[in-house]
């Protein structure tokens, strides 16, 4: 099927910011090349989280088989070193199926840990999280990102300040170690091998008339997804997991659980939901950026041109020729 050499097996990546098309690609990649989907999604991996998730939708499973999705419930713990392993199984299990790997989604830490690997991380300090988690309540979430910021700045510009579980894990391992988390990632990674990888990033967000496309794309996104119900999905979680459950933390879910906490109004929330997404995708634009093997796509995922182009980079690969 393959050109090839024997330890070396052809992998796709389709990277990129939210609501760029990575979907569309990775299942016309799919599609004509043989292939199935590993999502790349720190939010995708919970059940249950349908709406604000944008996973792929059940039509399009039935048609590429999708892993990576609906590993755990939403009051489960889920790490980048728990994806990489749940990712990497399936990974292997495709090409022993003879068929393409396509692993497509935006969260940048998850990929890495799939394709370097991380390296050891410390325990945990629950001693540390409590008196943490007791201080976002007095202060806030903002509070703690300054702290962040403070001990490893590069980590602080890759977590959203709302994300109070990353940020005390990174403030956590960054203590444990007396080392920027960021500098720990350098250090003893197990990564990937028998591979022949090419990573494909859409929407690069340095063009400007790509970026203001993109933003109208988010904000269409998140405004669909009040639309559908984001609202009750959120209020029927929340019931069956409680205000505490980490997952609801998550863009979307956040300004959903302010409307239901009486905190927000419905249009408010809109409005934050699309801010909050169009600075997520900054982040991952700035994270993709420092990929130095990420080949850019100008345009979207479900634009034909685009779509051609990735396919003639991946039979490239595939044939074990020169990518042009």
Known sequence: MT??????????????????????????????????IVSCDSVAVYRL??????????????????HCIDLYWPDEASTAG????????AIAGIRSRGL?????????LYLRALLEGLAPAPKRDEALRDRLRTRVEQRGSAWLHRVLQRLDPQAAALIHANDVPKLIRSIEVTLAARQPQTQQWQAGRDALRGYRVLQMGLAPTT???????????????ASEMFERGLVAETEMLRERYSDDCRALGALGYTQAMQVLRGESTLDAAVAAAQQGHRNYAKRQGTWFRRVEAMRWL???GDESAVQEEALQWSRSLIEGGKLQ
């Open 49 to 66: 989280m349908e709406i604000g998730t944008a996973k792929p939708t059940l039509a399009e499973r039935q048609r590429v088989p999708h």
């Open 298 to 300: 100008e345009g979207f």
């Open 207 to 221: 063009s400007k008339p790509i970026r203001e496309r993109l933003y109208a794309r988010i904000n269409d996104r």
């Open 3 to 36: 050109a090839c050499g024997e330890n070396e097996y052809p992998l796709l990546v389709v990277a990129g910011p939210t609501a760029s098309g990575k979907s569309a690609l990775a299942l016309r990649l799919a599609e004509e090349l043989g292939g199935e």
């Open 100 to 108: 393409i790997p396509i692993v497509a989604g935006g969260t940048g």
């Open 82 to 89: 728990d994806y990489a392993r749940a990712a990497r199984e």
